[in-house]
């Protein structure tokens, strides 16, 4: 009997999920483009919930703006981006479909643009944020090559 439950708590603690392989976001990361600078922040609230947010700004001026939670839910991780003035303010979910030790690709093939997040960490100090998908019949892919601050 007590092996059966060392062995029922080792199963399921190997089938316990978290967010730890995103620890790596954790910080402010920055792009300077030439129409102003790309930031996005992570901090991690706990083992299921992270919260980021990002902007676009040109001087005084916000270009862009978005709140992003990275949640797990049972065995599925989501990244959930509410933007001002889209999506009538509605939060929109995308499902993590792969990810690696240094990659995360979510989707969500419903939404207009995008349909694709790729995140990729190329060292500590250098991450690659990718959106990508179809505008306008259009394929459409925007990377921002993030530096660590």
Not at 19 to 31: A, K, M, Q, R, Y
Not at 117 to 144: C, D, P, W
Request: with cysteine.
């Amino acid at each position: 009997m007590i092996l059966f439950i060392f062995i029922a708590q080792l199963v399921s603690c190997s089938n316990k999920k978290t967010l730890e392989s995103f620890d790596h976001w954790i910080g402010t990361w920055e792009e300077i483009q030439a129409d102003g600078t790309f930031t996005e922040t992570w901090k991690k609230e706990n083992d299921t919930l992270f919260l980021g947010s990002s902007a676009m700004v040109n001087g005084k001026d916000t270009l862009f703006s978005e709140e992003i939670r990275l949640v797990l839910r049972g065995k599925e991780v989501y990244y959930i981006p509410t933007v001002p003035s889209q999506n009538d303010e509605k939060p929109i979910e995308f499902k993590m479909i792969t990810s690696s030790e240094k990659s995360w690709t979510f989707e969500n093939k419903y939404h207009d643009f995008p349909k694709q997040i790729v995140y990729t960490l190329n060292n500590h100090h250098s991450l690659t944020a990718t959106i990508q998908g179809t505008e306008n019949n259009r394929s459409t892919k925007f990377s921002f090559h993030l530096s660590r601050k």
